[in-house]
């Protein structure tokens, strides 16, 4: 585990994660445009799976249609 105390640190940890997400997500997104994907779909496939595992109320799906109204 690394802990980092100095603030300085922390930005340069942080700066590095953001560019290894942002590359996961290039990625993904590059596989899932040649593969012809219906990326929103699967999302919402996968999220409704885990809120009944994890009995959540609602799923996204449903929450981003109560927010919508």
Same mark, same amino acid.
């Given at each position: 585990m /690394?802990?980092?105390?100095e603030k300085r640190?922390?930005?340069?940890l942080t700066r590095n994660l953001l560019?290894?997400?942002a590359d @996961?997500?290039?990625h993904?997104? /590059?596989i899932v445009a040649i593969k012809h994907i219906d990326?929103?779909?699967?999302?919402f496939e996968k999220d409704?799976?885990?809120? @009944?595992?994890y009995q959540h109320e609602r799923d996204l799906?449903?929450?981003l249609k109560v927010k919508e109204n």
């Amino acid at each position: 585990m /690394v802990v980092l105390v100095e603030k300085r640190g922390f930005r340069i940890l942080t700066r590095n994660l953001l560019k290894n997400v942002a590359d @996961i997500l290039h990625h993904a997104l /590059v596989i899932v445009a040649i593969k012809h994907i219906d990326l929103t779909r699967t999302i919402f496939e996968k999220d409704k799976t885990a809120a @009944i595992k994890y009995q959540h109320e609602r799923d996204l799906e449903g929450f981003l249609k109560v927010k919508e109204n």
